[in-house]
Every structure is written in C-alpha cells, then in structure tokens.
C-alpha cells in the first residue's frame, strides 16, 4: 500500500532550488526581431483552437437553438475577439430584410408589420409622405374646380328646391283655408287669419263654437301634412350627404388613383406593400375631407407631432433597416440588456393630460436591429434586467420578437396600448460570461441547453515554447499597432513574455489575458514617453510592473508594518514548540499579495478530537475544516496502531480576525502538531505552505509566487540570515516565477526555496531531526520525531486507561 511505502523508506535530504528553477527567463536571441515595427501582426485567434471551432460550428448551423455561449475570464477580451471574426464573417452573408409597421385601418390598435428588400424601407416611407404632400395639394385643388362647385351646387339646389317645393305647396294650401304657417324660435306654428292677417286669441274664442271647432279641425289636418314633412326633411338631408359623399369620393378617386399607383408602381412585386395600398386607397377616399376641411383660422389640420395627427395614420414606421449598411448581416452588441431594449418598446406622448400613442410610436429592440444577424449580450447583465432573460427565451422558443409591455407583465398597465404585429426571428446570439455564471446557470436554469447548444471555452494560456514566445511577440506587436503605442524592443518584449507567464501562474504557460498585457503595454508606453523615448525599452515594461504594483500595495504595507512592529506577532528566527510560520494569499481589486501567519497547536490526552478553533468560532470555511480532519486521518494511520487515539489537540491562526478558508495550511498544521507531540522545535526561519493526504503526500496549492514573496519581504526588511526560506509542494516548482529581488537572494544564498514532496522530508528540515523509519521491530527509532510521537500517544493513552480505572460507574474513586 502507499501509506507502507512512505513509512518504510527514508525520505531524501532536502536541497534548495538552484537559481534556473525559481524563473523562467525568456532568451531574447529566440526573438528574432529588434523591435515589434519589424512584426507582422498575429492573425486569428492565439491558442484558442477549441474556442475558435466553436465559433465557427455555431455560426455554420443553420438549425433552432444553436445559439453560442462564450465563457472565459473577463481579461481575455473575448467580446472584442469574437465581434471580429462575427463582422468578419457577416460579410458574407446577405443583408436581412428591412421592416415597417403600418396603420391597421380595421384595428387600429394592432399595427401591421410589412417585411420590404434590404433598404427599401426608407424609400417606401418618402413615397408614403410624398403621397400624401400630392394630396394635400392637389384635392383641395379638385374640390375648388368648377366642375365640382358646379355639380356640388346642383345638389344643394335640388334639396333647396325638393324642401321649398313641399313647404310651398302646404303654404298654399293654408292660405285657401285661411290659415297662417309662422315660424317661432320654438318652432313652426299655426294659426286662423283673416286679411292676410291672425286673428287675435280674444277674438277668436269669441267665434261661434261651431266656427272654431271647424277651424282647428283645419288646423289640425294641416300640422299632420307639416310633421310628414317635417319627418322627410331628415330623409332629404341625408339623400343629400350621401350624394356630396359620392360626389367627394369621385372626385377625390380621380386624384388618389392617380398617386396611389405611381407608389404601387415603385413597389411593384411586393404583395404586402400592394395590400397595404390597397386600404391606403380606401381610407383616402373614404375620410377626403382632412384634406379639404378648414379649421377656425382658414388652415387645414396639421399631422405635426408624434401622435394624434390626422395624417399620421397613413405614415410608415420604419422599425429596421439596412440602407445604412453597406452589406452583410448586422452584428450588434447591446450593452443594457432590458426587457425594452432587448425586444422593443411602444411609446406614449401625453396630450391634454392622457397618455395616447400609435403605431409611430413602435420603437425597435436589440432582436430586431440584429435579425437576420448576430446579436451579442453579456449575460450578466441580461439576468440582472427584470423579464430579460424570460423574454429572451420566448422569443427565441417562438422565433419571433412580440413586443411586450411591462405594466401589463405584472399587472399594473392602465393605459391603452398597441398589440403590434410579431416580427419573425431569425439570428443568432452570442452570450458572453464567465465559467461560474454559466455552469450555475446550466445547473439550475433546464432551459438553457434548449436555446444555447454551442459552448466556446476560451483558454486562460498556452504552453509555453519558443514558438508561442514567438507568436505572444506577434500579438504584443498586434496590441501595439491597434493601440497606437510606441514600438517596443526585444527586451522589452522579453519581459512581457515573463511577465505572461507570472500572470499564468507557471513558469510553462504564457497567459493569454490580453486585457492584462494590453494594460501592461499601456502603461510602459507611458513611461517611456515621460523618459523621451521613442522606443519602449525593459527599463519601461519594468517600471510599469512596479508602479503598478506600488499603487495597490497599500493595504500589503500595512500588514507588513504590523508584523514589523510586533502587533502581529511573526517570528523570522529562532524555534518553538507547535508553533510555525503559514502563508495565505489576500487579493483585493485584482492585486494579489502573500502574508505569513502564524499557526500554534497545543494536545493534551483526551479521546482522539483535533479540535479547529477556526471552525468552532465559525471562522473557518469547508474546505479548511476538511484539510485539519485530514491530520486526524494521518496521526491514526501512521501512529500507535494498536492503541485507541487519545489525543485532543487544538489548532488556531493565531491573531485571525476574519474567515480562513483552503487546505493549502494544513501541511503546516500538521507539522505544528507533531511537533507539539515529539516536543520538539520548529524553526521560525523557515515559513510553509502546502495541502496534505492522509497518507502524508504534500499536494500543490495556489498562489505558490505571492506567498514566498510575502515571506521573503519580512525576512529582508528584518536582515536576511542566509537561513531563511519557504517550504513549498515539490509539484508547485514547475509554476515558480518570482520577482528578480527574490531571485537574486536565493542566487546571493540568502534566502532559499525547498520542494517537499511528503511530511517525512518537511518535519526533518524544520527540526533538524530525522522523521523516522520503523524498523524490523515495527517500531521507529526512539530519537526520531515520528518515534517520539508515537511514544506520547501510547502515554496519552496510559494516562487514558489509568484514569478511566481509577473512577467507579458511579463515578466514585475506587
């Protein structure tokens, strides 16, 4: 078994690293440039193979829910990357089509989406308003003709004469009867006259009964022909407007056939557009007199405004369109993905206090500037939009955009609104986001793989050789040129390269975060105008590094004051018992820095606890309080076998006032409590970090650069001793790129670095005693540690056992 081969044989001594191993530096003679003006800029993308296929399979298939999501870190400038190849790709495809909304003259409340060629939606909206200024000039113009006022007046004459006639006939007839008609503002009254003139009240109920009951007999007959005709007047009357209408719309079909097929005719082959016309027509025809009507002033209504116009309703809205673009699809990002700006918006004008609109008022969204193209979304900001990202789903599971009101989704619309026509969808979107985000996403949103079936990963970096040294010094000279920075020299772009590799992480990757080595050419152009050069030289790129680093340091001189002052106490020399030096990495605002700490353990007998003061306090997180129940594992499987563990033991980051998580301590704490065990010293020179198995392998951690640097900054500004160093995983070398001053401390031998590979060879470097074999006897040796550990717990036990004897059931002494 593994654990035997560790505890049989004896771990190697531990030498520092030499010098080669703690960085990387690139060989400028593998350059072959003096300066990146010499380079043709890098073209595609620089190993992102894997992502670049996915890039081009998703937007190759032609099939529903083949929609791409890119993932990566945010410095990778994926958007910027993949915009490119998309605006390069959409070149060659065709333009998508324009679209209009138009009045719907039977419902107007649900405006009608007409699709027209590519560009033609402009051309059709100044032939509508051409149409209509035709209009306004030229039916007023018919409707003054003589022609008209001829037939017009012919009309009115025959009603006038139709009306007179019949009044004048029942005058007549009165009149035989001596009977007068009066007109009253009240209305039409009767009344006996004599002469030619009515015969007074008075007189007339002075007349013979006989005489009077004859006359209103009369008068009565009379009032009955007078309401027939009364009742025909109304009759007449519309007669009359029924043949001016049919006259206006003679006359007015003249004009608006005439204008109404010059548009037809420009539009030809576009049965939508012909329809549309067609109701045009009608509707011209039908309410003509807007055209001819005067208001108070003399002047005909204007359609000035954005609602309520009385010749808006025959106006074109033009939602999308390509007569602006050269060619291709569209490509567009849309940077504040709302519901309105994702699907569209109708808009409302107040007028006289209430909120009106109409189909002008459609305003276009996102899917529909990119339909027929790609639209490219961070998703981040589409699931913090309110109904973004469920209308986003809708409209690409229905592929068509409804524009869709927010009052109404959550029931609070009161104003009247327009139900525009769907506009049918047929793009591709592009989410851009990070891992996280998108595998929480695939976990708890089912829906996602129905609409996004592509995933384009970017890679973080590349393996490091010297021709991606090469191909990193292309893309510098790309950032170069694109920026407009000033060249840089061989050895300037040797230390990007390096310093590529340091934000990698590993000595044999070279980072592909170009937001970080664009900030980091940024910055050195600056220093090397401020110094006059014209060319950027290592000098600059080195000044850029350590400024920047100066400007977010702030927080990491603190601390390190406080260890310098003793408020927080780390010691740089000298031993003690369970106690030594851990590192931990704190990163704030992108700038990462390592910090010792110091770790104590005391153990006592007790029944196998290893108590985690960090976890009892609810300081420590998951991942920590694994790594210290994994020292558990380790002293029960390698120590006293055949004895109970009676062992309590506590472990605490000593002077921690804020949460602890990771396992990259737990080597550390374990070396903390066999040395509390074996009662022996820890060198306080020496800082660790490092994760462990139970079977006492040192496994690799992160952050390996930034915690021998925060140790070694302590050691240097105490005085370096030459005994001073970081224990580290052997597996952590390969990614070792540490700062010159580092480097040439370990050269000077002032300062060194250790690769532990098990706990056997970091509990001999820091005691300075072997870790211990077991021999034949089964038992390891009683001066090494693991001997004299082994040899406290069985006391640890005795002390158990005795205690436990020495006290009755009743817990009375016996």
Same mark, same amino acid.
């Given at each position: 078994?593994? %654990? ?13 690293? %030499? ?5 990387? #530096? ?12 010499? +380079?043709?800029?890098?073209? &595609? ?60 003259? $039977? ?28 209009? !306004? ?39 035989? !009867? ?85 548009? $037809?005719? !420009? ?26 009507? $005067? ?10 405004? #954005? ?55 459609? !305003? ?16 981040? *900001? ?30 609070? *619309?009161?104003?009247? %609104? ?27 949103? #089912? ?33 170069? @040129? ?26 044999? $990757? ?22 006059? @050069? ?16 100066? @400007?977010?340091?702030? +927080? ?25 030096? &851990? ?6 605002? &992108? ?35 694994? &790594? ?45 409590? /066999? ?62 790129? /540490? ?44 001066? *090494? ?28 002494? *016996?």
């Amino acid at each position: 078994m593994q %654990s035997d081969n560790l505890m049989n044989s004896k771990s190697p001594a531990v030498s520092a690293l %030499s010098v080669d191993r703690l960085y990387r #530096p690139v060989d400028p003679a593998g350059l072959p440039f003096q300066s990146t003006a010499e +380079l043709a800029p890098v073209e &595609g993308l620089v190993g992102q193979g894997r992502a670049l296929d996915a890039i081009r399979f998703g937007t190759g298939i032609d099939k529903p829910g083949f929609n791409l999501f890119v993932i990566g870190q945010p410095d990778a400038r994926m958007r910027e990357t993949v915009r490119s190849l998309l605006q390069h790709a959409a070149k060659e495809q065709r333009r998508p089509s324009d679209w209009v909304y138009v009045n719907n003259f $039977k419902e107007p409340h649900k405006p009608v989406a007409i699709e027209m060629p590519a560009g033609r939606a402009p051309e059709f909206r100044a032939a509508m308003q051409e149409l209509i200024d035709d209009l !306004k000039a030229a039916l007023p113009a018919v409707f003054n003709s003589e022609e008209y006022q001829t037939r017009r007046g012919a009309i009115d004459e025959a009603f006038q004469k139709r009306q007179g006639e019949a009044f004048s006939e029942l005058q007549a007839k009165a009149t035989a !009867k001596s009977i007068a008609i009066l007109r009253t503002p009240l209305g039409f009254a009767l009344a006996p006259m004599r002469n030619g003139e009515v015969i007074p009240p008075a007189e007339f109920n002075a007349w013979p009964e006989e005489k009077r009951k004859e006359t209103q007999e009369t008068i009565a007959e009379l009032e009955r022909e007078l309401e027939q005709i009364m009742r025909r007047l109304p009759q007449w009357e519309k007669e009359r407007r029924d043949d001016i209408r049919t006259l206006n719309q003679e006359t007015a079909r003249v004009a608006v056939d005439q204008s109404v097929e010059e548009v $037809k005719g !420009k539009f030809s082959g576009l049965a939508t557009v012909a329809e549309h016309l067609e109701h045009v027509r009608t509707d011209l025809i039908e309410n003509v007199g807007i055209f001819i009507m $005067k208001g108070e002033e003399g002047e005909r209504p204007n359609d000035e405004g #954005p609602a309520g116009g009385p010749f808006d309703r025959y106006q074109v809205n033009v939602l999308v369109s390509q007569a602006d673009h050269e060619g291709g699809a569209p490509v567009v990002e849309e940077q504040h993905a709302t519901l309105q700006n994702l699907i569209g918006r109708v808009e409302h004008v107040a007028r006289q206090g209430v909120l009106i609109t109409n189909f002008r008022l459609i !305003k276009p969204g996102a899917l529909h500037r990119a339909n027929g193209g790609y639209l490219l979304l961070d998703v981040r *900001s589409v699931l913090t939009e309110a109904f973004a990202w469920p209308a986003l789903k809708r409209a690409l599971r229905r592929r068509e955009i409804v524009i869709e009101d927010v009052g109404r989704l959550i029931g609070l *619309s009161t104003t009247v %609104s327009l139900e525009p026509d769907p506009i049918p969808l047929d793009l591709k979107v592009v989410l851009f986001g990070d891992r996280l985000l998108y595998f929480l996403l695939a976990a708890y949103d #089912p829906e996602l793989n129905e609409h996004f079936k592509v995933l384009a990963d970017f890679e973080d970096d590349i393996d490091r050789s010297p021709e991606s040294e090469r191909v990193l010094g292309q893309l510098v000279a790309a950032i170069v @040129r694109r920026e407009n920075l000033k060249p840089m020299d061989r050895d300037a772009v040797a230390l990007v390269i390096e310093r590529a590799a340091r934000i990698a992480g590993h000595s044999g $990757k070279l980072s592909l975060l170009t937001e970080q080595i664009r900030d980091l050419l940024a910055e050195a152009d600056f220093w090397a105008g401020q110094a006059g @050069r014209a060319t950027v030289t290592g000098a600059d790129v080195r000044q850029a590094t350590d400024r920047k680093i100066e @400007r977010a340091s702030r +927080l990491r001189d603190r601390m390190q004051e406080m260890i310098l002052q003793k408020v927080a106490l780390i010691d740089t020399a000298g031993e003690r018992i369970g106690q030594l030096n &851990g590192l931990s990495v704190i990163e704030l605002g &992108g700038f990462a820095f390592g910090r010792p700490s110091r770790i104590t353990c005391q153990v006592r007998p007790g029944t196998g606890k290893v108590v985690d003061i960090e976890r009892e306090v609810e300081l420590g997180g998951p991942i920590h309080s694994k &790594g210290v129940l994994i020292l558990s594992g380790f002293l029960a499987g390698r120590f006293a076998l055949d004895t109970p563990m009676s062992l309590y033991a506590s472990l605490v980051f000593e002077q921690s006032y804020s949460g602890v998580e990771g396992d990259s301590a737990s080597s550390a704490e374990l070396y903390t409590m /066999l040395s509390a065990l074996a009662d022996a010293p820890l060198r306080q020179d020496l800082a660790v970090t490092g994760s462990v198995n139970q079977h006492g392998e040192v496994q690799a951690i992160g952050g390996v650069n930034e915690k021998i640097e925060g140790f070694f900054d302590i050691c240097e500004k105490r005085g370096l001793t030459g005994t001073q160093g970081v224990l580290i995983p052997e597996a952590n070398v390969q990614h070792l790129m /540490l700062r010159n001053d580092v480097v040439e401390a370990c050269a000077a031998g002032r300062f060194a670095v250790y690769p532990i590979a098990t706990i056997d060879q970091g509990i001999a470097l820091l005691t300075g005693r072997e870790a211990g074999v077991r021999g034949a006897d089964g038992r390891y040796p009683g001066d *090494s540690i693991y001997g004299r550990v082994e040899d406290r717990l069985r006391a640890f036990a005795a002390v158990r056992r005795s205690f436990a004897t020495s006290v009755t059931p009743e817990g009375n002494k *016996s």
